[in-house]
C-alpha cells in the first residue's frame, strides 16, 4: 500500500481505502469466512486489492472455495490474467534464457471447467443427486443416477464448459494480444482426449480467431505446452486456457519468472469489479519475520492501476520494481539478499518518488 500511496502522490491519485478481515484468522477466531453483507460492499467499489490468504490450521479448500471462488463467482471475475514476466536482475532456472526470453501472458478462464465445484462421493449400489451450477452467463441442473453391480466407493467431478463462456475469454486474449502488441495467441486444451468439454473450446476459439486476421491463433495440448514452457518460452505471447489447466502451468510460469515471489495475478471482470493478488500462498511460518518478498503484491497494484485506467501510475510502479531489482542493493532472501519486506517496499516507493514526470 506503501507504493500505492506514493505513486498516487506523483500521479495525483486518491485512493480510499476499506479493510476487511476476511482471511484464516478471522475464520479460526469466528468461524466466519465471508459474509455475503461483506460481498456487497465489495461491490460498491472499483477494485479489491487482496492478501495471501491460507493456513495449514484450516483444512484445505475451506478458504479456496468459500473466499476465493465465492469472490469470483460473485463478481463473475471469469478472467484470471497472469503475466509471465522475468525481469533484468532476477536469475531464471532455465539455462541460457534471459528477459527477452520469458514475457508473455497467461488468460486463464476463471469460473467453468471442472472449478464449477459439481460432484459427490457414493458407496451405495444406487445413487441419485442433483447438482445446481448458477453463472451470469447460464444456469443449469445435473441429474445424476448411478447404479452399481458390486459396489464400491467412486467419486466424480463435473466439468462444465460453455459456448459463452469459452467465447468472451477467447475475445479478452485476443484483445489483450491487439493492445500489447503481439501477434500470435495459444490455446490450450486436451481435446484430444477430453473430446466434449475441450472439442467445444478448441471450436469456439477457432470462431474468434476469424475476427482478429492480423494475430495468428495455434493449439497446445496441455501436456505438450508444459514441456515447451521449459524448453522455447520465448515462443509464448499471449497464452488463453481453460481454468483447471490455467491453475496449473500458470505455477510453472511463476517459477521461469524467477519464482513465486514475482508472480502478481488479477481476477478480472472487464464491465465491473475485479481482485488483485500475489499469486503466492500465506506463509504463516513467516507472519511477523518481515522476510517475505513483497514484489508480486506490489506488481499485482499495478496490475489494478492499468486495469482502473491509469496506465502512467501502473508503469511508473513497474518501473521502479525494475530499477530496484537491476540494481540488486535490496533484495530478499528468496532472491539471495539479506533485506526485510518492508526494505524492499520502501526502496520501491523511494525509486517512484525519484522519478522524473515528463513534462
Known amino acids: 500500500i506503501k ?67 465465492k469472490l469470483r463467482f460473485y463478481l463473475d471475475q471469469y478472467v484470471n490474467l497472469r503475466p509471465i514476466k522475468l525481469y533484468p536482475g532476477v536469475s531464471c532456472p532455465l539455462k541460457g534464457k534471459g528477459p527477452d526470453d520469458v514475457d508473455f501472458y497467461v488468460v486463464r478462464e476463471n469460473t467453468e471447467d471442472f472449478y464449477v465445484g459439481l460432484g459427490d462421493t ?4 444406487k445413487h441419485s443427486s442433483t447438482l445446481e451450477l448458477k453463472r451470469s452467463l447460464y444456469e443449469a441442473k445435473f441429474d445424476i443416477d448411478i447404479t452399481q453391480a458390486k459396489p464400491d466407493e467412486i467419486a466424480y467431478q463435473i466439468g462444465v464448459v460453455s459456448r459463452k463462456g469459452t467465447r468472451r475469454i477467447a475475445e479478452f486474449a485476443f484483445e489483450l494480444a491487439k493492445k500489447k502488441g503481439k501477434n500470435r495467441v495459444t490455446s490450450v486444451d486436451k481435446a484430444n482426449v477430453l473430446t466434449n468439454v475441450y472439442g467445444l473450446w478448441r471450436d469456439v476459439v477457432g470462431d474468434v480467431a476469424k475476427a482478429y486476421p492480423g494475430i495468428d491463433v495455434e493449439y497446445n495440448f496441455v501436456d505438450a505446452i508444459t514441456m515447451w514452457f521449459v524448453k522455447q518460452p520465448e515462443w509464448y505471447q499471449v497464452v488463453v486456457t481453460p481454468n483447471m489447466f490455467g491453475d496449473i502451468i500458470t505455477d510453472l510460469g ?23 493478488e500475489p499469486i503466492h500462498g500465506s506463509a504463516p511460518k513467516y507472519k511477523d519475520k518481515n522476510i517475505a518478498d513483497p514484489i508480486a503484491t506490489i506488481l499485482a497494484g499495478a496490475m489494478m492501476l492499468e486495469e482502473l485506467g491509469e496506465q502512467a501510475a501502473a508503469d511508473t510502479v513497474e518501473n521502479a520494481v525494475i530499477e530496484v531489482l537491476r540494481e540488486g542493493k535490496v533484495r530478499t532472501k528468496d532472491l539471495g539478499g539479506t533485506s526485510g519486506t518492508s526494505d524492499v517496499g520502501d526502496a520501491v516507493a523511494e525509486k517512484i518518488g525519484s522519478f522524473t514526470l515528463p513534462s
Open 3 to 69: 507504493v500505492l500511496e506514493a505513486v498516487g502522490e506523483k500521479e495525483n491519485i486518491n485512493f480510499e481505502w476499506i479493510e476487511h478481515p476476511y482471511g484464516a484468522e478471522h475464520y479460526l477466531a469466528t468461524d466466519e469466512i465471508l459474509p455475503d453483507s461483506a460481498l456487497v460492499e465489495m461491490e460498491k467499489t472499483e477494485a479489491i486489492f487482496l492478501g495471501a490468504v491460507g493456513d495449514p490450521r484450516v483444512k484445505p479448500g475451506v478458504l479456496e472455495k468459500e473466499l476465493l471462488l
Open 122 to 125: 457414493t458407496s451405495s449400489e
Open 254 to 276: 511463476a517459477m521461469i519468472q524467477g519464482g513465486m515471489g514475482l508472480a502478481p495475478g488479477g481476477n478480472i471482470n472487464p464491465d465491473g469489479v475485479s481482485m488483485f
